[in-house]
């Protein structure tokens, strides 16, 4: 079964940090390009960072209400993707989802093959 099986999340206070995970089974995350998206209540679901395959010889793609804070990883060996979060703020409180599309090069959000089943971010004190 071809899947992103995303963990993490959780309620934290602001300025703290959580990493979440997304582990694929049925294919390899290396040929396909990668992002993290996310979606607040009453808002439309927005693509935060990505990075290409690991062919493409590039950096990760972040918007700029989350660079310096968040970074994404790819783990090749264990097949898993990251989001590490750091000084977390009220406003990134969201269902954040994983998500790999067929391509070298990040995509628009319709594009995308595959999504992890969302886990939910709080951010609140």
């Known amino acids: 079964q071809l899947q992103l099986v995303g963990s993490g999340g959780g309620l934290v206070q602001p300025g703290g940090s959580l990493r979440l995970s997304c582990a694929a089974s049925?294919?390899?995350?290396?040929?396909?390009?990668l992002g993290w998206f996310r979606q607040a209540p009453g808002k439309e679901r927005e693509g935060i960072t990505c990075?290409?395959?690991?062919?493409?010889?590039?950096?990760?793609y972040y918007i700029d209400s989350v660079k310096g804070r968040f970074a994404m990883a790819r783990d090749s060996a264990k097949n898993t993707m990251y989001l590490q979060m750091n000084n977390l703020k009220p406003e990134d409180t969201a269902v954040y989802y994983c998500?790999?599309?067929?391509?070298?090069?990040?995509?628009?959000?319709?594009?995308?093959?595959?999504w992890g089943q969302g886990t939910q971010v709080t951010v609140s004190s």
């Open positions: 998500a790999a599309v067929k391509s070298r090069y990040c995509s628009p959000l319709e594009l995308y093959d595959y």
């Open positions: 049925g294919f390899r995350l290396d040929h396909y390009a």
């Open positions: 990075i290409g395959s690991v062919d493409v010889d590039d950096s990760p």
